[in-house]
Every structure is written in structure tokens, then in C-alpha cells.
């Protein structure tokens, strides 16, 4: 059975540490892995890998994927009480629509 | 140009009670989702749809219903509301393997 696995499920650190979460996944057919933020609202979406290696960077956010461990790691530097929120990853296969299989989330607390 | 919009934004269900969910985009996306989101858990897919006329079961159907006559609306329809269907739901569209979620749909079945 297909899943995506996140650690921490929570995360409580002061402004200015930087973090790491993590995702791993186990999906048969594997495209991309997406990383989305949500708070307490609808998920916005963060970045999509699809390549072994390859940094992708916003602003104090960036994100890598090893398609050979079957994993990926979302760092944040600088945190800011501002990124406080749930960070999802999901998994897409390929010619299953595009339909995504997400990670349970890591809930990250900035406190001033 | 609104995007995705969802309504209701709350709703309270007697157990036994059917309602349907509404989906609506103006961005001509073919791949429509419908999630649901239960506390502190990540999305679970019920349907989706590659195309007006298209669906297909995803992760957690049983309990809901689809239908697409048109790009733009992806109703969700619950015939028969249970507690266990007490989650928020959210809308998504393509493109294929990059999502934009709507506002959402909050819903108690008591």
C-alpha cells in the first residue's frame, strides 16, 4: 500500500533556529513529491520536486528530494513566528490522475 | 476571476440527513479533487475527476457521491451523514500533480 510518512508530527522551536522536517514515502508509480504549509485554512502549496538532488529554494525555505532513499526534508531557516503552521507533504504517481497521497504533517510552533 | 470557491463554509448535519457539497472553478482546470481532513491528519482523497463526464474513487469514497457534467462544478453529495463524516472538506484542481485547494467546507453530523 502506497503511503507518505512525516516526522515530526510537531515541532515547538524559538525564532531564528532553523528546522528540518521530513517526509518519506513508499509509492508504487512514484512522479513528484509536493510540499504544501497550511494554517488553519486551505493548504498552499510550497514546492514540487520530481528530481534526485536538485535543491529548491523560497526565500528561507527549501526543500531537496533523494529519490534513491525515498525521501525528502523541508528546511526552514530564520524561523519567524510567521511560519507557524501544519506542513503536509503528498506523493503524486504517475496515471493515477493526479491524485495526491499526503503525509499526517508536522505542526511547527515559533515562539517569540 | 475567483479561483475555486466552496459552499457552504459551515454546516451542521442530523445524523440520517443528505446534503451536497459545491465545487465551482473558473480557471478551466480538466483534474478536479475532492479531500477530506480530519483533525490533526492529513487529506484523504474521495473522488476525482480527470474531465466533465470522468470520475473515479479515491482513498475514502464509501459514503459520498460525484458527479461532473461540466469543467466548472464537482459536486459532493452525502446521502447518508454519519458522525465519522464530521470532517472539513476541501475542493483541489489541477494541473496534473500541482494542487490548488479551495477555502473549504467545515462539517458537524450530530
Known amino acids: 500500500e502506497d503511503k507518505v510518512v512525516q516526522s515530526p508530527l510537531s515541532l515547538v522551536v524559538h525564532e531564528g533556529d532553523t528546522v528540518t522536517l521530513n517526509c518519506s514515502y513508499e509509492v508504487t508509480n512514484f512522479r513528484s513529491l509536493l510540499w504544501y504549509k497550511q494554517e488553519k485554512k486551505a493548504p498552499t502549496f510550497l514546492f514540487m520536486l520530481t528530481s534526485s538532488g536538485i535543491e529548491k529554494k523560497s526565500g528561507r525555505l527549501s526543500s531537496i528530494l533523494d529519490k534513491k532513499e525515498l525521501f525528502s526534508i523541508l528546511n526552514i531557516t530564520a524561523t519567524q513566528t510567521g511560519d507557524s503552521a501544519i506542513y503536509l507533504c503528498?506523493?503524486?504517481?504517475?496515471?493515477?490522475?493526479?491524485?495526491?497521497?499526503f503525509g499526517q504533517g508536522t505542526e511547527l510552533s515559533v515562539k517569540p | 476571476n475567483a479561483g475555486v470557491t466552496q459552499t457552504p463554509k459551515f454546516r451542521i448535519l442530523k445524523i440520517g440527513q443528505s446534503m451536497t457539497l459545491q465545487c465551482t472553478q473558473d480557471m478551466n482546470h480538466n483534474y478536479m479533487y475532492w479531500y477530506r481532513q480530519d483533525p490533526g491528519m492529513g487529506l484523504k482523497l474521495i473522488y476525482y475527476?480527470?474531465?466533465?463526464?470522468?470520475?473515479d474513487k479515491g482513498e475514502v469514497p464509501n459514503g459520498y457521491n460525484v458527479s461532473r457534467s461540466t469543467t466548472e462544478d464537482f459536486p459532493l453529495r452525502l446521502e447518508l451523514a454519519a458522525p465519522s463524516q464530521t470532517s472539513v472538506y476541501f475542493c483541489a484542481l489541477g494541473p496534473y500533480n500541482e494542487q490548488f485547494f479551495g477555502p473549504g467546507t467545515r462539517l458537524t453530523v450530530l
Open positions: 503528498a506523493s503524486c504517481e504517475y496515471n493515477q490522475g493526479g491524485k495526491l497521497i
Open positions: 475527476s480527470v474531465g466533465a463526464g470522468i470520475t
